[in-house]
């Protein structure tokens, strides 16, 4: 077989995998499992980053070591838990998509939540100060006033962790989850005689949707950076 019937006859598996006949696969399941992944994440992202930067000792010190224990961790080691650790303690197991999601839940909330950490203490000090000297509460100052000002800070970082994630996915192939360097393989058993090919196209399509959203996070860094700089400065600041 040449490599132009290989992609005649291929490329749709490759893209979307069995669907619709079968489950989905390919490119497709890849980008929809990183994207729901990061999805799930943000909240718990959110609630640890807050935690990290809480006055509470009692709070602060458990999801530090909370955070430090995953992102110490390799992901392999996470999907291996979510893979046979959790069936047994729940008696339930859950599909390759399932046990994947979950694993990058966990992995991907950890690393949001220094990025949460991050954006929050990236911010004045006088922010959260002024906001406490008008009355409201640790939680109330961190949900009206800092929370907006450091999520939209954060967005460039959320673009890279979604780079992370789509590289992150192809440990799926460990436990047969159908992404796209899974069916690559796949592919190369059925045609066995253009590997460089195959893996070339694969590196290929990586290296397009990680860089190009690396771009677009650096525009988007650099974007806010001239709102930021453009923006009046308040009265009642510069006093």
């Known amino acids: 077989m040449s490599f132009i019937e290989m992609v005649q006859t291929y490329w749709l598996y490759f893209l979307v995998g069995r669907y619709p006949e079968g489950p989905l696969g390919g490119l497709a399941l890849t980008l929809l499992l990183a994207v729901c992944g990061l999805l799930l994440a943000l909240p718990l992202g959110l609630l640890l980053g807050l935690g990290r930067v809480s006055p509470w000792p009692w709070l602060r010190r458990p999801v530090t070591a909370l955070v430090f224990v995953v992102r110490g961790t390799p992901l392999l080691m996470v999907v291996f838990w979510a893979y046979f650790f959790l069936p047994g303690v729940t008696g339930v197991k859950t599909d390759q998509f399932s046990t994947m999601l979950i694993a990058l839940v966990v992995f991907d909330g950890a690393y949001l939540a220094e990025i949460v950490r991050a954006g929050i203490q990236g911010l004045p000090k006088g922010q959260y100060e002024c906001a406490r000297a008008l009355g409201l509460s640790h939680l109330g100052a961190m949900r009206l006033v800092v929370l907006p000002q450091a999520l939209r800070h954060m967005l460039p ?11 992150e996915t192809s440990l799926g192939y460990i436990i047969g989850l159908t992404e796209v360097s899974f069916v690559t393989t796949q592919i190369n058993t059925l045609v066995f005689t253009l590997p460089l090919q195959l893996y070339a196209i694969l590196a290929l399509t990586y290296f397009i949707l990680c860089f190009g959203l690396s771009r677009f996070a650096f525009w988007l860094e650099r974007r806010l950076a001239r709102r930021q700089s453009a923006a009046p400065l308040h009265p009642h600041v510069a006093t």
């Open 157 to 167: 970082s959320l673009v890279n962790q979604l780079v992370s994630s789509i590289k």
